[in-house]
């Protein structure tokens, strides 16, 4: 599979990808190479990944507990205390190898560790293959609020290893592939027609690419999110704050990233269709697919009302008003729509029916 | 007093500093203006601040404790929870007001919540009017560790108001100074010599603008620290790792950087004598200034022993080696210079006698 290129670095898919690797780490005569990992990974991908890296590296293994949960700032304490334990220096490499938060978290680390040092992203979530490899975004959530803190720091590559998919179960493989029709519904209808069809979950590898394509596409033409990027929010509005009260209220079972998201194109389809012009038929057939893939999560009104408190600590706010990213038709987006309170309960209450 | 440009900011000095900052602050159209001080610029420097700013803005102003013991993770995390809390978003801007602590904490704190905000320094201390103010590094100390975590990026502007030195103590003053002499001795014979006269502290305001002059000179040419940016280094290889052990020891009062990296200059100007032919006479004016102005601060055998030790945790270090930069002459440096752990002994033996 052919790679990717990004404005400073590739992404680098399967066997190409181990080629790549090495042939870099050949070249750059780090000092030492940090991988960080959680105890899945070390445990499901860490093995396969060192049998292909040759050379005789000066390796250290830096393990932190696995889940959204420990994407704080204390976590990043953490490495920062065993990097230097371990004498990483300026021209020490980390490599990344999980899923959305070892590669954000161990991102915003090496990013800021002594003002920045490289480091190699290898996704092994469908999530993180498809979302996290490309664009830069680093961080970690501050409490309940998602990456809150953080940078956008190039990695010098990314590696996507499309085997890695065999350890996860099927409920990761359905949040990642929210994302994937995130992708379709913002930018491609062909996509989002095609991804509408896949049944089988072990074939994959040529639409993770497709996405791949689709998310590069849209970040080298506009890197820092002042413009066309901001469609990749669409869902992730009320997605996020959804997430984010599901995470904190002790009542409620964690939602998935991917899952919380599906909610999110849900509800924000209903935005579309009230003030951007998206077609009666499409906002039921994207409500059918995320319906029949995801379910539907039950809210009550006391729900609905601590979610929209999170909308203010949404990044894409500014001066007190709520930005949203709306669909014109499915593939075309159009951004910085402000919705009333009204319309955001009422899109819950078409959600529940 | 003419401003000086860097790369995408310029530094602005006194009446010409608050002119430029309202009309900044009337153009950019910020959703809040936050202002990070600690107890004492709150106190002695806010007030006559705050009245040259016109114009009806959004403010807050945010305390933390001064001092370096708390320029950590732990206050960012205290003050990216008062931003989220005030509703801060990604168009509102942080003016950092006071020393080397509230600039590099500041800026850092900026630099990373939401993936980063606007900030402008406004530094209130000699040291930080000269070397904090230019050049775009952020950052906070872990645990002992110097600015072990940080970021380099840009502020919109930096303002030069030299009468808040009015409230600095002379030991501040001091500790500034240092800087200063370092520009001479690492880059401009004359400004070294022309220092060297200085006994009023009150009027220092155009040795302040050579010494930003000779800073920017050498950020502009090498902003990530490839090549000439190191000769900013000199006497900090040994002047930090004297700092860190300071603050760490219980049994030491804690020096002032400026005091520490006077200790430091001296050591690698004895450094410099013996392997890159600082001649005699030089070493012995260098030693006679920082002794003059600074004192002599004492070492046992065992201070040294753990002084040395904090060397391997130089930012500027990689693959297990100390790199210095030394001198040549006064007024020219040389980068990349290894030195063996029996020259560093000695060094301290000459500082001693």
Redesign the interface.
């Not at 990013?111 to 920045?116: C, E, I």
């Not at 990044?315 to 007190?320: A, L, M, P, T, Y």
């Given at each position: 599979m052919q790679s990717v290129s990004a404005n400073t670095y590739s992404v680098h898919f399967n066997d190409k990808a181990y080629t790549e690797l090495n042939t870099h780490l050949e070249k750059a005569n780090y000092?030492k190479v940090f991988i960080l990992v959680d105890e899945n990974t070390h445990q499901h991908c860490l093995p396969s990944f060192m049998s292909q890296i040759f050379g005789d590296y000066n390796y250290e293994i830096i393990e932190i507990e696995e889940g959204e949960i420990n994407k704080t700032?204390e976590t990043?304490?953490q490495v920062?205390?065993v990097l230097?334990e371990l004498?990483a220096?300026?021209?020490?490499v980390m490599i990344n190898l999980g899923g959305g938060v070892i590669t954000d978290l161990g991102g915003?680390v090496a990013?800021?560790?002594?003002?920045?040092i490289d480091f190699i992203n290898v996704p092994t979530t469908l999530l993180s293959m498809v979302d996290a490899s490309v664009g830069g975004?680093?961080?970690v959530d501050?409490?309940s609020?998602k990456?809150?803190?953080?940078?956008?720091n190039l990695p010098k590559m990314v590696l996507v290893i499309s085997s890695f998919l065999e350890t996860l179960e099927e409920r990761q493989l359905h949040s990642g592939f929210a994302e994937m029709l995130k992708h379709g519904l913002i930018r491609d209808k062909k996509y989002w027609n095609e991804l509408n069809l896949v049944s089988d979950f072990n074939k994959l590898d040529e639409f993770i690419y497709d996405s791949v394509v689709i998310k590069n596409d849209v970040v080298m033409q506009d890197p820092t999110e002042q413009n066309l990027r901001k469609i990749l929010n669409y869902g992730h509005t009320l997605g996020h704050a959804v997430e984010s009260y599901f995470l904190e209220s002790e009542s409620h079972k964690t939602l998935l990233h991917g899952e919380a998201i599906a909610v999110g194109m849900v509800l924000e389809a209903y935005l579309s269709n009230k003030l951007t012009g998206l077609s009666d038929d499409s906002l039921n057939a994207i409500k059918k697919t995320f319906i029949n893939r995801y379910g539907k999560v039950s809210f009550t009104d006391e729900d609905i009302k601590n979610i929209l408190t999170y909308l203010?600590?949404d990044?894409?706010?500014?001066?007190?008003n709520i930005n949203f990213v709306l669909l014109k038709t499915i593939g075309e987006c159009q951004i910085d729509v402000i919705v009333s309170e009204d319309l955001l309960y009422k899109s819950f209450a078409y959600y529940k029916v």
């Open positions: 000092s700032i990043c304490v920062w205390h230097s004498d220096d300026r021209k020490s915003f990013s800021t560790f002594k003002r920045g975004k680093t961080g501050l409490g609020l990456n809150q803190v953080g940078v956008i203010k600590f990044k894409k706010n500014s001066h007190g």
